[in-house]
């Protein structure tokens, strides 16, 4: 490798890593916060400077590029359950290798002067305009592939917003085809949402409603309360709708089931 400029390397990998982590937000729909996300790319930045390193046996690489994946989603998303992270990791891992493999056909087929790959690690001595265009085109390479998308099944996420009590929630709601539960007198769509979306609120007793359910697992009720308002992808819902609170029932990153009618009101 020629001459290398460490606060070029670590900022190169530092705005490489803030794409990789807001791609694995999107593909998984976690939520995080913009401090978290920026700190872990920074860790990634530092983690770069391995590219100073000896060149590495071909066995070390993998273990190491799986540690530093799993610093970085630790830092950007927090902990969860173990599943949850080795999947975290993986669509990180995915992403990396599918950005290095688009960069180096981008390489070979224009050759840019002052790019190298070394121990795994991307370098640029190019100017920032030209890294900011081949990195957004990476971005939508990766987008059009389908990569941040669940595609394919008739399903997919939406982002929910709802207030109440002057309060705001904020959440990923998966769009559920087979999900017709009502409030039973009313007849209004029930958004089913794990109680941790919504931190210490405590419902109005007077407002509540036991809402019935029959599923795949067995019968059920949930209790549900009626929002001030629903947004779904930043479109307000006039239709009342009713959330139906449960308890550690949904898995993964996405604690919420939004009927797919809901999805077809707000387009």
Not at 35 to 46: D, E, F, I, Q, T
Not at 71 to 76: H, K, M, P
Not at 142 to 160: A, W
Request: hydrophobic share 45%; with cysteine.
């Amino acid at each position: 490798m020629k001459s290398v400029y460490i606060d070029v390397l670590i900022t190169v990998n530092v705005f490489i890593d803030f794409i990789l982590i807001l791609c694995t937000k999107k593909a998984l729909c976690i939520n995080t916060s913009f401090k978290k996300m920026l700190l872990a790319s920074l860790l990634g930045g530092v983690q770069s400077l391995i590219a100073l390193f000896p060149p590495l046996p071909f066995f070390l690489n993998i273990p190491i590029d799986v540690l530093c994946a799993a610093g970085i989603v630790l830092c950007a998303f927090g902990k969860c359950p173990f599943k949850c992270f080795i999947k975290r990791i993986s669509v990180f891992l995915s992403l990396s290798f599918s950005f290095c493999g688009i960069m180096m056909f981008l390489y070979n087929a224009f050759k840019p002067k002052g790019m190298e790959v070394y121990n795994d690690t991307v370098y640029f001595n190019i100017s920032p305009v030209l890294l900011i265009i081949l990195t957004l085109v990476c971005y939508y390479i990766l987008k059009l592939t389908k990569i941040l998308t669940k595609g394919g099944n008739g399903s997919g996420v939406c982002k929910v917003e709802i207030k109440v009590n002057e309060q705001s929630y904020f959440f990923p709601a998966k769009i559920d085809t087979g999900c017709n539960l009502v409030e039973p007198f009313s007849g209004n769509y029930v958004i089913i949402a794990e109680q941790n979306i919504f931190d210490d609120y405590v419902p109005d007793e007077t407002k509540t409603r036991i809402i019935p359910f029959e599923s795949l697992g067995g019968n059920g009720i949930v209790k549900g309360f009626p929002p001030d308002k629903v947004k779904i992808d930043g479109k307000e819902i006039c239709k009342s709708i009713y959330i139906g609170i449960c308890n550690d029932v949904l898995k993964g990153d996405v604690k919420a089931i939004i009927p797919y009618e809901l999805v077809k009101i707000s387009e």
